[in-house]
């Protein structure tokens, strides 16, 4: 897994259609997060629910350090040549979510 951390004052996306078919529907509206820690995220054939969650422990690090409570985990294919298919990077992206949320 690869992932760019980025802290930005916000970021703004709109979902306008999905990629691939296997993609989760949207709801299609303009979202604006502040104050966030913006995480562009390549999930990696070699990677699993394990390596997920090893990320977050270090993204936890992170928002502590920066003082950040927010997180917007954003599927990033352009930083790895070696992706998984789509169908498991959404399971792990996915499971990353789920745990986030719990983190509140």
Request: glycine residues 0%; hydrophobic residues 40%; aromatic residues 4%.
């Amino acid at each position: 897994m690869k992932i760019l951390q980025l802290h930005v004052d916000y970021v703004e996306y709109e979902p306008i259609k999905k990629e691939m078919s296997v993609a989760e529907d949207a709801e299609k509206k303009k979202v604006r997060i502040e104050n966030c820690l913006l995480l562009l995220t390549s999930v990696e054939d070699k990677d699993d629910e394990s390596t997920a969650n090893r990320a977050l422990e270090e993204i936890i690090t992170s928002l502590k350090n920066l003082k950040v409570n927010k997180i917007v985990i954003y599927p990033y294919a352009h930083l790895s040549n070696t992706l998984a298919d789509p169908v498991k990077s959404i399971l792990i992206l996915n499971k990353m979510e789920r745990i986030a949320k719990k983190l509140e």
